[in-house]
């Protein structure tokens, strides 16, 4: 077991690769009565495409990832959910754009919900049946997320921005797509996903890192995977301008919803040069952007936004887009002001001062972080996944130099690049 100490941050990650191909991350946190566990497969929404090691290109329907997932929690005897309950857990999983996680919290019988949560996700349980009773499900939550503004302002955004990628594709796919899912499908991406070659265990808490790693090898030893090869992933060319500028929907909401953002060329979706890529859009975005920043007050005092007006960067493999908004009374106007924002930063420059406070407050966030395991856990596997250390941030983030920030600003906010998604009440 390899042992890496990070002195400044006063954090031990003790990992393992395991034979079958699986790594684990254990970080003990003396003093924290909780353990969180993350069970992590690279594989996602945007995985609709793809060629396995040895095999013809598969192409499956959209929603299958996040439909597997809910699949996964059902067993013969059950579902999976009452057996954490009973050992004093409390279990979850999510499906995004790029990886499926399963999770539990727990403050006692760690090791057993360790095992609980290893067996689970590696014995599929799918039949018929319950596959044709988990689309109505599927479907119902569906048609409930179409009619929540949040969710429809924002992935109206991505379909706007996207034309080709599947990343413009709903997580949990159409009523449509899920219709077609079938038993056969769902263990056809399991077998090529869910090898412990392509998955990664991540537990943090108060444990003792040797046990824990012990337990974990001992569950693995008593189990058999088949060889498995790399995967490829298929991806249709995205082609480099919006796929419209804006999209519009109404809804019943009493304020508009409003979020834009810029396409850019995605680069190189892992390894340093894109983490550090990551790090300085973040950081460009908080500068202009941030509740600190003169654009925010005065955005703020002339009531053009609310304490839920925000900024986020997304990228991964083949797409790389800003969201930026919120709710508002003027959509025009606020689209207009921060765009202009951007226009005049990218002719002068941020300066200085502002550029330090908001590297500042981004480390200070950041240290503050690592005082919860969930989101420590969370943070781990998204960087892991890109080829990055979480705890290497701030070191990151003190490399970064105001001229990386303001060329970062000038390639970003291209205006020709730039689409807009509104949800408005029939009375605005």
């Known amino acids: 077991m390899a042992v890496k100490p990070y002195p400044k941050l006063q954090e031990t990650l003790y990992f393992e690769k395991l034979d079958n191909g699986l790594e684990v991350f254990i970080l003990p946190k003396p003093g924290f009565t909780k353990t969180y566990a993350t069970f992590t497969t690279r594989y996602g929404s945007i995985d609709n495409h793809f060629r396995p090691a040895g095999k013809e290109a598969v192409r499956v329907p959209d929603g299958i990832a996040h439909f597997l997932e809910h699949k996964m929690f059902e067993e013969p005897e059950g579902d999976i959910f009452s057996t954490f309950a009973s050992q004093g857990a ?14 539990f919290s727990a403050t006692g019988s760690v090791e057993k919900n360790v095992d609980t949560l290893l067996n689970f996700v590696q014995n599929p349980y799918f039949t018929d049946e319950n596959v044709e ?3 109505g499900i599927i479907i119902q939550e569906i048609n409930m997320y179409r009619d929540n503004p949040d969710w429809r302002v924002y992935y109206g955004l991505i379909e706007a921005l996207y034309s080709k990628h599947p990343v413009h594709i709903d997580i949990a796919g159409t009523a449509e797509s899920v219709r077609s899912i079938t038993k056969e499908m769902l263990y056809e991406c399991y077998r090529t996903f869910y090898h412990p070659s392509n998955m990664s265990l991540f537990i943090v808490g108060g444990i003792d890192a040797e046990a824990t790693m012990a337990r974990v090898k001992a569950n693995q030893a008593g189990k058999s995977f088949d060889p498995a090869g790399p995967v490829e992933r298929l991806f249709e060319e995205e082609p480099a301008e919006v796929r419209q500028p804006r999209i519009e929907i109404k809804l019943p909401v009493s304020l508009p919803k409003c979020l834009f953002g810029y396409k850019e060329d995605p680069g190189a979706s892992a390894g340093d040069a894109a983490i550090r890529r990551e790090l300085a859009t973040k950081l460009m975005l908080d500068a202009l952007l941030g509740a600190s920043s003169p654009l925010y007050q005065q955005l703020y005092e002339d009531n053009l936004i609310s304490d839920g007006f925000g900024h986020e960067y997304n990228t991964g493999p083949g797409y790389a887009f800003s969201v930026v908004g919120g709710d508002t009374r003027d959509p025009d106007e606020l689209v207009s002001r921060v765009t202009e924002a951007f226009r005049s930063a990218s002719e002068s420059g941020i300066g200085e001062d502002v550029f330090e406070r908001a590297r500042r407050k981004k480390i200070g966030a950041y240290l503050r972080m690592l005082n919860s395991p969930e989101a420590i856990a969370g943070e781990f596997t998204r960087y892991r996944l890109k ?35 509104i949800v408005r009440g029939d009375a605005t």
Not at 92 to 98: I, R
């Open 133 to 135: 009773k988990e689309k």
């Open 90 to 103: 409390s279990a979850n999983a999510f499906t995004s754009f790029d990886r499926t996680v399963y999770l």
């Open 387 to 421: 080829g990055g250390d979480l705890f290497a941030l701030v070191e990151l983030y003190e490399s970064l130099t105001l001229e990386e920030i303001n060329a970062r600003l000038r390639e970003h906010a291209d205006p020709s690049r730039l689409a807009v998604s």
